[in-house]
């Protein structure tokens, strides 16, 4: 399979307009090789990894983590410089699916509300509001029912009509319209002129991390096994006041600590995350438990591995799993 079509459909499943500000997700190392019959997916490109992937024969590695943040001149020894010299040496992609994944709505960053089966969710941090759009054209003939029905089949249309005077009109998302005017096109044979406008609802919002109601509240031991009991990690660390039962949960996988003022504001009783530092510990006004950065992200790459070889029918995709970079020790 082609290289580049192989990146289209990483971007379709983590869209790079979604990305924080702050992010490098996206390209990290482009590669000599044209085609690829492997992808290897991971947490972090470290070197151990990388070592892994391409003696396994991968031609592309998407992973999570972006191999820098910033440009890094290549002049010292390190993983970064050694990272570089076995991609270049075997031709290889490597892409970053960072937080142009977290971000995603449906996407796998938010698997532990469908664990917990959590309801009326939202976004703990709205990064972008992508309005709808509606374009407007003036097809030479009629537009018959079944091809508007089509055309309203298609992912992000919310509206297909035609007035008395022929004039269609599709209302969509702005990240559809580019395969929906390729399906009009086609369809009707002939090229249009179109009148786009941006509305201002419905629109698509991207954020970080999440928040929703329990379909019962739980007493909190009930609920850390709850959790707990799908996540791969040794232990974790809790801090702020502690709910008699908990009704309202918010998550954000890798670093959430700066979220928490957000999860109370939002009414959540718990917020589970990882790498929260020791004054927002302090100054936490909600229970938060603290499961570590590796554990949320390592299962939501394998479930954005198996949503990859879902795409990619042509091409073998494996998940390689790493190990915490923590551990834990009792006295």
Known sequence: MKIKDILSSVKKLAPEEFQCSWDNSGLQIAGTASEARKVAVALDPKPETVAQCLDWGAEVMVAHHPLYRKPVAPNAEGPYLDVLRRFLAAGAWLYSAHTSLDSRPDGPAFWLAEHLALENTRFLD???????????????????RELAEQWAENPGVHAVSQTRAGEVRIICDRAAWPEIRGSVEFALQESQEYYVRELQSPALETGIGMVGDLPEAMPWQ????????????RGWTECGPIADTISRVAFCGGSGGSLISSAA??????????????????????????????????EMMRRFANELAESLDSVEVRFFEAEDPFSFHEK
């Open 222 to 233: 009930a609920f850390t096994e709850k959790v707990t009991s799908a996540l791969n990690c």
């Open 126 to 144: 709205v990064e972008h509001r992508f309005p709808a759009l509606e374009v407007s054209f003036l097809p030479s003939r009629p537009l018959r």
């Open 265 to 298: 504001r939002l009414g959540a009783d718990v917020l589970v995350t990882g790498d929260v530092k020791y004054h927002p510990a302090l100054e936490a006004d909600i229970r938060v438990m603290d499961v570590g950065h590796f554990s949320l992200e390592e």
